[in-house]
């Protein structure tokens, strides 16, 4: 079987928390020890989408999701990072694949009628947001590739990308694109801190990769538990309380938090959890502020990285040009 071109990346409109750990870099650390090829997509064009009065806030993330990313071990030796805008082949394959969807799918793509409803864009809705999907199409097939991890929410996506795939291989009559497989990583989303609602930028729950101890400490202080738990002989409950739920995914000596889970004052769990979240975020804090400190290094990273992506890209759009009869 042919080794998985594997395509992945993140919007830049923010720096990355625990649930990016959890939901996605943890995963492509490990495609990266599988010595697949991998190219991480910094998606600055879909993130003016619904970013496009802040520029500067756009801009200025990018860096700081690129040292999130070196610094939980991604190696620019291994896995190609590339600033989608700086890629114009994206933008010319998502105006040829236009004319192969109808705004009918698009409209009842279910994560783009969500997030329509969520945005509260009602009857002003940006197009190039609507056709937001066409563009990742655009992202997966100029590295042809053939393998792309998404949450679950996203697998319509994935569905949009392989129908624009089949209907050009069909017109144009030759299978110059691949189709793509999504995986979908088991663990499901962190919640946030809040306890209430998944573990997100925009809702203010987040631990970041970047906080510091002190931040960190009193994050956790603040986390949602059980509020019947107060004392150590209080009964106490775990399901749902949401210090358990990260030592679950955090803490490595899972004996010992199943012993915890028989009963435990707040404080006593909310320090352990501090210092195993403060020992787990530390190595990826030293190694972020070695990147943070030597922007011209990340930028070179990513500049680099931009070239080798367009080099494939150029290749696809050429073929694609070809079958098109845009060849003069
Ligand atoms: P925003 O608030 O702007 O929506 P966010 O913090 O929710 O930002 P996204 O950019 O929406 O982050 O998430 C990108 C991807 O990161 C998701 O598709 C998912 O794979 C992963 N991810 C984000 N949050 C979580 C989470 N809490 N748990 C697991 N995975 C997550
Ligand atoms: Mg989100």
Same mark, same amino acid.
């Given at each position: 079987m042919m080794k998985p071109v594997i395509l992945t990346g993140d919007r830049p409109s923010g720096p990355l928390h625990l649930g990016h750990y959890v939901g996605s870099l943890a995963n492509r650390v490990h495609y990266q020890q599988q010595g697949w090829t991998q190219y991480i997509i910094i998606a600055d064009v879909q993130a003016l989408t619904d970013n496009y009065e802040h520029p500067h806030k756009v801009h200025d993330n990018v860096f700081e999701v690129a040292c999130d990313y070196l610094a939980v071990g991604l190696d620019p030796a291994q896995t190609t990072f590339f600033i989608q805008s700086q890629v114009p082949e994206i933008a010319d394959l998502t105006i040829y694949y236009l004319n192969l969807v109808t705004v009918n799918r698009l409209r009842r793509n279910p994560t783009v009628k969500t997030e329509i409803e969520q945005k509260g864009?009602?009857?002003?809705?940006?197009a190039g947001f609507f056709v937001y999907p066409v563009s990742q199409a655009a992202d997966i097939t100029c590295v042809k590739a053939t393998t792309v991890p998404v949450? @679950?929410?996203?697998l319509p996506m994935i569905e949009q990308t392989n129908e624009i795939v089949r209907t050009f291989n069909r017109i144009y009559k030759k299978e110059v694109l691949t189709e793509v497989r999504a995986i979908v990583p088991e663990v499901s989303r962190l919640v946030g801190i809040d306890g209430k609602?998944?573990?997100s930028k925009s809702l203010g729950n987040a631990i970041y990769l970047s906080d510091s101890a002190d931040v960190v400490a009193q994050k956790v202080k603040s986390m949602y538990t059980d509020p019947s738990h107060i004392k150590v002989s209080d009964p106490g409950q775990? @399901?749902?309380?949401t210090v358990f739920t990260y030592l679950d995914v955090f803490d490595t000596r899972k004996d010992e938090v199943v012993e915890l889970k028989g009963g435990l004052g707040d404080m006593v769990l909310k320090k352990r959890l501090t210092e195993v979240l403060n020992n787990f975020l530390d190595p990826i804090r030293t190694r972020r502020a070695v990147f943070y400190n030597d922007k011209a290094s990340v930028m070179e990273i990513l500049k680099k990285g931009t070239l080798v992506t367009r080099e494939v890209a150029a290749n696809t759009v050429q073929e694609v040009k070809d079958v098109m009869y845009l060849n003069y």
């Open positions: 864009f009602r009857d002003s809705i940006p949450g @679950e929410d996203q609602t998944k573990m775990v @399901e749902g309380n």
